[in-house]
């Protein structure tokens, strides 16, 4: 280690330190006011954890005994650390559990001082969630947030986050005279220069993508658009298509190309290359001016309109329908309504990990209620939408430990700048939300779950799940943190017709966009059973992607073959081509 360079990095970290100290302090003054600020949450927080707390202190027996069996474990950590240092091989009585990356380095087994902390903070950390899991006198709701709180701050709490007690750092520290802590302060600078209301941990390099040149670059055209969409068809790859055609309503929380990622990882070229005619709905970003657009709105301008466009465009009437998680929400109310209309014009609908039971719709329940989306509702009215970033900053608050704070070690204590990732660059790219639609979306759907109980009005029309009975393939994922399996499957049950049900391997992107040449992950398929316990009990696992065993469903619905169809052939002109401009607006 080279002293001199160390010092003057050290003077450099400290004075770009200062200036960042500073920006985050303007942010927070001017950020203060905010019916939804930091402070309001950091408050719902320490209330929720206090509330735990308080039921402890009313049972001074119980929390002596567990305060002694955490003192226990740390005098046996002490005297086990003693005996290695004496020179004797002992056990360790805390390990990570598997797949968690924090503790990967050697350093953290190879070295005492390491070791000690991290057996520590697994210790410390099993015991709090051990006794919040268990405390009695708090209601169920109450006992949930505060375990999501808890979450947070252990993840926080993490040696592997500080500089200090994480052994890559200190030996990348080490190396480069500091160099790598100055660089990470300057990365810091950079995400809040580059973040909005809330600061934004870049997760990958955001220069190494553009969308329509390395993302969304399946061949298409526009071929309509209004005030929230735009219609994209897609040019075919087959001499011979399906009779039938696929529109796909993405969620409008991101944007459509998670489906249109590179090449060899895009259910829409996949889709195409099947020999389907395919359609994808490409949602507008809106601002202030689309502040009053509706639930309805979306259904009627949206999922409606793209089928009256596809009927006129390609002369049929039937049509399959695919929705992805909130958009395959409102496909499931889309159908609910064409079934009281009498509108029989889609044939066929795919479910991708939507919900259409709330619940068991897991830690998201935790931030709806009166309270919360009263504050909500105040802060979307000042402009209209709602953020982008504050969707993003509660879905990585799922997993702290797999979307935060490995970030902040890479990134703000390494040095090092992020690893270019498609998935992650498409995350980044975030949409605001209408306020009215918005708001209906939480009250309506998550708060008082009234699509699933029968109560849920559109257009004037009652809706009723049990009255679809067309062909559904229903797809959820193991792992899903946004719309776990149960509650899928749960709202599943509620549909009138035949149902292919389908889990897939990994997460609510992962499990999704698994394309069949990656060879990742499996799927599940079942009869349908009562329960979803019961549905696992008979489920047939098998090897590789979702998506043949889906092409080969669709496919058998979709009528005889005939020629292939081009989009500019049709009686609408093509406006521009794919992947048009709405998604190209930035939040």
């Known amino acids: 280690m080279n002293f001199d360079e160390f010092a003057r990095n ?16 303007e942010r927070n003054i001017s950020n203060g006011n905010s019916p939804y600020s930091m402070a309001s949450e950091v408050g719902d927080a320490a209330k929720t954890l206090g509330s735990v707390a308080q039921a402890w202190v009313k049972n001074p027996g119980k929390l002596a005994q567990a305060q002694g069996e955490l003192l226990h474990s740390y005098a046996n950590l002490w005297g086990r650390s003693v005996r290695r240092f004496l020179g004797e091989d002992v056990e360790p009585i805390a390990e990570p559990e598997p797949g968690d990356n924090r503790f990967n380095d050697p350093g953290w087994s190879e070295n005492q001082y390491f070791d000690f902390w991290k057996q520590a903070y697994l210790i410390t950390s099993r015991w709090a969630e051990d006794i919040t899991e268990n405390t009695e006198g708090v209601d169920e709701r109450t006992r949930r947030k505060a375990m999501f709180y808890l979450e947070q701050v252990l993840s926080a709490m993490s040696p592997s986050n500080n500089p200090f007690t994480n052994p890559e750092v200190v030996r990348t520290t080490l190396a480069t005279n500091a160099e790598n802590l100055v660089q990470g302060m300057a990365l810091l600078a950079e995400d809040i220069e580059q973040s909005k209301d809330l600061l934004r941990v870049s997760q990958t390099d955001l220069s190494a993508f553009e969308v329509g040149r390395d993302l969304a670059i399946t061949p298409g055209k526009v071929i309509f658009q209004n005030e929230l969409i735009q219609l994209i068809q897609y040019e075919p790859t087959t001499e011979q298509v399906s009779t039938t055609p696929l529109i796909i309503t993405p969620p409008w929380i991101n944007k459509y190309y998670i489906l249109d990622l590179k090449p060899e990882k895009s259910l829409v070229k996949f889709a195409v290359d099947q020999g389907f005619t395919v359609f994808m709905i490409s949602w507008v970003n809106p601002d202030e001016t689309l502040a009053q657009k509706s639930f309805e709105d979306y259904m009627h ?31 499931a109310s889309t159908l609910a309504y064409c079934a009281a209309k009498g509108d029989d014009r889609i044939a066929t609908a795919t479910f991708l990990t939507a919900q259409v039971d709330f619940t068991e719709a897991g830690d998201l329940l935790m931030f709806i209620d009166d309270a919360q989306l009263n504050a909500l509702e105040e802060m979307m009215a000042e402009r209209g939408f709602l953020d982008g970033s504050r969707m993003a900053a509660v879905f990585n608050m799922l997993r702290p430990r797999d979307l935060i704070w490995p970030y902040v070690v890479n990134n703000y204590l390494l040095g090092k700048k992020p690893f270019p990732f498609d998935l992650l660059f498409w995350n980044a790219d975030s949409t605001r939300m209408p306020a009215a639609n918005h708001a209906f979306y939480l009250r309506e759907f998550y708060h008082e779950n009234r699509l699933s109980k029968g109560e849920m009005e559109l257009g004037g029309v009652k809706l009723d799940l049990s009255k679809i009975k067309i062909p559904i393939y229903e797809l959820f994922t193991r792992e899903d943190h946004i719309a776990p399996a149960p509650s899928v499957y749960r709202g599943s049950r ?4 035949d149902m292919r ?10 499990g999704v966009v698994n394309p069949p040449l990656k060879k990742k992950y ?11 316990e019961e549905w696992m009990e008979t489920a047939t696992e098998t090897a590789g992607s979702w998506w043949p065993d889906w092409a080969e469903w669709l496919q058998s619905l979709s009528g005889e073959k005939v020629p292939a169809r081009d ?7 093509p406006i521009e081509d794919a992947p048009g401009s709405y998604v190209m607006s930035h939040d």
């Open 10 to 25: 050290m003077v450099r970290l400290f004075d770009q330190g200062a200036k960042v100290a500073s920006s985050l302090a």
């Open 301 to 331: 301008e949206g999922i409606l309109k793209a089928v009256e466009v596809v009927n006129r465009q390609l002369g049929l009437h039937h049509v399959n329908l695919m929705g992805y998680c909130v958009g395959g929400t409102l496909l």
């Open 494 to 497: 509620l549909f009138g017709g």
């Open 501 to 510: 049900i389908v889990m897939s391997g990994s997460g609510h992107i992962a």
């Open 522 to 532: 499996q799927y599940w398929t079942g009869a349908p059973a009562e329960t979803f």
């Open 567 to 573: 989009p500019s052939s049709g009686p609408f002109p």
